[in-house]
């Protein structure tokens, strides 16, 4: 089992949709998790991170979490075009062996079509 | 604040050759974690860096090195350059910090695209 998975890809939405990307991670002791946005060729660029259960959100972004089920969400409403990216899921355990260290999914592959 | 800066952007390498890449924090990061990024595998972690001592390290081969200097910026090197090198390089920044609750958030560069030929 990977240690963090999202849903396999690739994921297209007609512009004004909600795009939806899911995660699991099977550290159940994961504390901090992030959301990027990586263009083609580009870096990875922030988008939220979430560290207690429930939603939060910024924007037309919102990151749910259920520590309980090992899983975390990103919700984007009103899907534009310039949304299109891949879209990393990444997690952070707690402890010394995990300094510095975030543990990505593959990436879900998002695109808005108008 | 100005970003997390890498040079160079691009390399092209033969195989048995050796590389220096280097990265700077945003002010005031103490932080700075490296990751390799190729279509096959993904993102993945190779050592992290904190006041100039190596932290945490990801199972990469002892080609792989790094470095941190007192003003946080960092270096990492490869030796014996093989085929299956090419890749993205990225290095990340955070605060940092002795502690250990996970709640760093990592900003990253723009990357080093290696070649290896």
């Known amino acids: 089992q990977k240690e963090v998975e999202q849903n396999s890809g690739p994921l297209s939405v007609p512009e004004g949709a909600i795009a939806s990307l899911n995660c699991t991670y099977s550290d159940r002791g994961s504390q901090s998790f992030f959301w990027y946005r990586q263009y083609s060729g580009k870096s990875p660029e922030l988008i939220m991170f979430i560290y207690s259960n429930g939603d939060k959100e910024d924007g037309r972004f919102t990151a749910q979490l259920n520590k309980a089920s090992q899983y975390v969400s990103l919700l984007i409403r009103d899907s534009q075009p310039s949304d299109s990216a891949t879209y990393l899921c990444?997690?952070?355990?707690?402890?010394?062996?995990?300094?510095?260290?975030?543990?990505f999914g593959q990436g879900t592959i998002l695109t808005v079509h108008p | 604040k100005a970003g997390v800066t890498q040079t160079p952007r691009y390399l092209i390498k033969t195989r048995g050759q050796q590389v220096t890449l280097s990265c700077s924090p945003i002010?005031?990061?103490?932080?700075v974690s490296w990751y390799q990024q190729t279509p096959g595998q993904g993102l993945q972690f190779l050592f992290e860096?904190?006041?100039?001592?190596?932290?945490n390290k990801g199972n990469f081969p002892g080609r792989f090195s790094g470095r941190q200097f007192s003003n946080s910026r960092s270096e990492m090197n490869v030796s014996t350059l093989e085929l299956g090198d090419s890749a993205l390089y990225l290095c990340?920044?955070?605060?940092?910090?002795?502690?250990?609750?996970?709640?760093?958030?990592?900003?990253f560069g723009p990357g080093t695209r290696l070649l290896v030929l």
């Open positions: 860096y904190f006041s100039e001592t190596q932290r």
């Open positions: 990340a920044s955070s605060p940092g910090g002795t502690s250990s609750s996970g709640l760093e958030t990592q900003y």
């Open positions: 002010s005031g990061h103490r932080s």
């Open positions: 990444a997690v952070r355990s707690p402890g010394g062996t995990s300094y510095g260290k975030l543990t």
